[in-house]
């Protein structure tokens, strides 16, 4: 399985954006998957998840309320809706997909086995 990102930009803070995750192969349905984010300088952190068993989502704490991740199996697609958007959202964001049954905010990274390329978001105030 390939993943392939896209949606990112510049936008105002308050501004929404919608990225995109594209997944090459069928085996898609079968991963949960996740949005990280990485700022210059630091770590790359969990942003949100979601499960293969049921419609549980999972978020970071800074991002509840504003962030929503959602799936479509049949196009193979994950999306990350960002509302209310602030400069410290300011990240390269990438998807990433675990074999494991739920991709939550204690899912080691290590298990993310496949990852996008990123996609820049810049949240300007």
């Known amino acids: 399985v390939q993943l392939q990102a896209s949606g990112g930009g510049l936008v105002q803070s308050g501004g929404s954006l919608r990225l995109s995750c594209a997944a090459s192969?069928?085996?898609?349905?079968?991963?949960?998957m996740a949005w990280f984010r990485q700022a210059p300088g630091k770590d790359r952190e969990f942003v949100a998840g979601n499960s293969v068993i049921d419609n549980s989502t999972y978020y970071r704490e800074s991002v509840k309320g504003r962030f929503s991740i959602t799936k479509d199996s049949a196009k193979r697609m994950v999306f990350l809706q960002m509302n209310n958007l602030k400069p410290e959202d300011t990240a390269q964001y990438f998807c990433?997909?675990?074999?494991?049954?739920?991709?939550?905010?204690?899912?080691?990274?290590?298990?993310?086995?496949?990852w996008g390329q990123g996609t820049q978001v810049t949240v300007s105030s």
């Open positions: 192969e069928r085996a898609f349905s079968n991963y949960a």
């Open positions: 990433a997909a675990t074999p494991r049954p739920a991709a939550t905010p204690g899912t080691p990274r290590s298990v993310f086995g496949l």
